[in-house]
């Protein structure tokens, strides 16, 4: 062979010469390289095969990329037709993955107990501003825990909630506010159920007897204190009627505000035709023997109704907070009316007028003698 060309593929030197080649195959797949011989002459030029694959690796058998062994075959489908990208991932995504019980656990948990906590939190962990936060089916069913920042009368008060109590962190780790400026609508106004407290003086109208009593116990009671209000229903002044627990020393049990009101003879049972609120026929029973009770011991506002030795004549009647609305009522003495000024408050404005107009009349009289005498202080100034 002429020096300085490429020898043949097919041919070899040495002990090969002599043999014929095997007829090359006709599948490509199997096609191989033979091994380079050791007594090949060609001085140290290298034998290199015209197919530039021959001795490298073909694209159809190289192995396929990581992640993608498992993947299945591509239908035939989508080798004669063109669809959308979003069709295709559907038909090569594995979906049998997302069917195994593990998988289905895996992705269900978590959402359960994400919907778990939120309701946990929305029935017994929201807290209130007010009364048009609460939802009306929280009515009769829920029980709000509290403390009281305030007392405006006998039978109503405002409350923090404090949804959780100690267990959420309220008073050791969450604070409740204390200035008013803090508590302004912040706060829930309760009206305590099955009672009529004696109505203090206010919009004009005198003082019922034993108001203040009943106020100044009811503070003593329960003001600063955790409480807990079994809601009912939104009155006609936005306030929420609930039936108050509290719970007192030496033993720390609930008492029930309102039915300690009636045994302490501080205020009767709710005697509106509408709108009265017990918490049920049983509780209504309840809170009329103690009004009954108290009446007996003339306990409270009942003290003067006894008459007679040891109690024992004709009791006298006296007059409840509904018979004192009714009569305010009736005589016109509403909250938008001003209270009617009496014939000495009359003499009075009266007798102010007169003295404001007499001091008036002097001090002009005294300013015009005074412009008089400067006058004549200037002229005999001049004339000297």
């Known amino acids: 062979m002429p020096w300085g060309l490429w020898a043949s593929p097919t041919t070899n030197s040495g002990k090969d010469e002599g043999k ?34 021959s001795n490298s690796t073909r694209l159809s058998e ?3 990329p990581a992640g993608l062994t498992d ?18 991932l559907w038909m090569l995504i594995d979906w049998q993955h997302y069917q195994e019980p593990r998988s289905i656990v895996l992705y269900t948990l978590p959402t359960i107990g994400a919907f778990a906590l939120f309701g946990i939190w929305r029935s017994f962990l929201r807290r209130f501003r007010g009364t048009a936060y609460i939802s009306p089916g929280f009515f009769r069913r829920r029980t709000l825990l509290g403390k009281v920042t305030s007392v405006g009368d006998g039978d109503g008060f405002h409350f923090f909630h404090t949804p959780g109590g100690r267990l959420a962190g309220w008073g050791w780790l969450r604070r409740v506010p204390t200035a008013r400026k803090q508590l302004r609508d912040r706060t829930i106004p309760i009206r305590i159920a099955g009672i009529d407290a004696p109505e203090g003086a206010h919009f004009g109208r005198p003082a019922q007897p034993y108001s203040k009593e009943a106020l100044e116990w009811l503070r003593s009671y329960i003001l600063g204190k955790r409480v807990w209000a079994r809601i ?27 039915l300690e009101m009636l045994k302490q003879g501080l205020a009767t049972t709710y005697e509106a035709k509408s709108g009265a609120e017990f918490g049920g026929p049983k509780m209504e029973q309840v809170y009329k023997n103690a009004e009954a009770a108290a009446r007996r011991k003339g306990t409270g506002m009942w003290a003067n109704t006894l008459t007679g030795f040891f109690g024992l004549g004709r009791r006298r009647e006296i007059e409840s907070p509904r018979q004192y609305k009714d009569r305010m009522r009736a005589a016109g003495n509403t909250i938008l009316e001003k209270p009617k000024a009496t014939s000495a408050s009359k003499k009075t404005t009266a007798v102010k007028k007169e003295t404001a107009a007499a001091v008036k009349k002097d001090t002009a009289a005294a300013k015009k003698e005074k412009a008089k005498t400067t006058a004549a202080d200037s002229a005999a100034a001049k004339k000297a």
């Open 20 to 53: 014929s080649s095997p007829p090359p195959s006709t599948n490509p797949s199997t096609t191989t390289t033979p091994p380079p011989s050791a007594n090949n002459s060609n001085h140290g030029v290298h034998s290199i095969s015209s197919n530039p694959f």
């Open 62 to 64: 190289r192995a396929p």
């Open 71 to 88: 993947m299945p075959p591509i239908p035939p489908q989508l080798k004669k037709k063109a669809i959308s990208w979003n069709d295709s």
């Open 232 to 258: 009912h229903r939104k009155d006609q002044y936005d306030r929420v009627v609930a039936t108050v627990f509290v719970r007192k020393p030496p033993f720390f049990l609930r008492k029930d505000v309102g």
